[in-house]
T-cell receptor
Framework: GQSLEQPSEVTAVEGAIVQINCTYQ??????LSWYQQHDGGAPTFLSY????GLEETGRFSSFLSRSDSYGYLLLQELQMKDSASYFCAVQAGNMLTFGGGTRLMVKP | NAGVTQTPKFQVLKTGQSMTLQCAQD?????MSWYRQDPGMGLRLIHY???????DQGEVPNGYNVSRSTTEDFPLRLLSAAPSQTSVYFC????????????FGPGTRLTVL
């Protein structure tokens, strides 16, 4: 089976940088994804890493180390609208398994 | 494109009742899936489908059935509702596989009394 660990909550101030870590255990690993979910909303896709290294998309970056079974999401220049839950997810075979989510609170 | 649509938005059932949650997508996606999300938790995969006529079980399939007679539709049936099935249900679709970007519907909030 698959299991993912991420912190349950992170707090940061507007304009700061925050890193949300994710460690995983899985068989047949294909890649690591990140999704954002605002309260009451549906998850939306942020990024996907299949290979080791850093992927940058605007203020968001995602990193993967396959040898360490570890990845992180980096959010820069935090804005109030970034307050949301962030989920890492692993693809293994035809299944996508999500972590428990990290609730990010951005304070003024 | 409407994307992924789900009906109903809200539903209250009594224990033992059955019902079908509807999910449809108009993006010609092959891969569709159903998740449930309990308060403060992540999403858990119930069932998924890699194409019309093909379905498979996810992590938590007990108490749920699915079918995929067309590419567009992927209904989820609760056979005999239990309070433990109180949750928010999300349907998602992607182009071909689980590795592709998943597009989620708005969710159905289900309460079982």
């Amino acid at each position: 089976g698959q299991s993912l660990e991420q912190p349950s909550e992170v707090t940061a101030v507007e304009g700061a940088i925050v890193q949300i870590n994710c460690t995983y255990q899985t068989s047949g690993f294909y890649g690591l994804s990140w999704y954002q979910q605002h309260d009451g909303g549906a998850p939306t896709f942020l990024s996907y890493n299949a290979l080791d290294g850093l992927e940058e998309t605007g203020r968001f970056s995602s990193f993967l180390s396959r040898s360490d079974s570890y990845g992180y999401l980096l959010l820069q220049e935090l804005q109030m609208k970034d307050s949301a839950s962030y989920f890492c997810a692993v693809q293994a075979g035809n299944m996508l398994t999500f972590g428990g989510g990290t609730r990010l609170m951005v304070k003024p | 494109n409407a994307g992924v649509t789900q009906t109903p938005k809200f539903q209250v059932l009594k224990t033992g009742q059955s019902m079908t949650l509807q999910c449809a997508q108009d993006m010609n996606h092959e891969y569709m899936s159903w998740y449930r999300q309990d308060p403060g938790m992540g999403l858990r995969l119930i069932h998924y489908s890699v194409g019309a006529g093909i379905t498979d079980q996810g992590e938590v399939p007990n108490g749920y059935n699915v079918s995929r007679s067309t590419t567009e539709d992927f209904p989820l049936r609760l056979l005999s509702a239990a309070p433990s099935q109180t949750s928010v249900y999300f349907c998602a679709s992607s182009l071909q596989e689980s590795t592709d970007t998943q597009y989620f519907g708005p969710g159905t909030r289900l309460t079982v009394l």
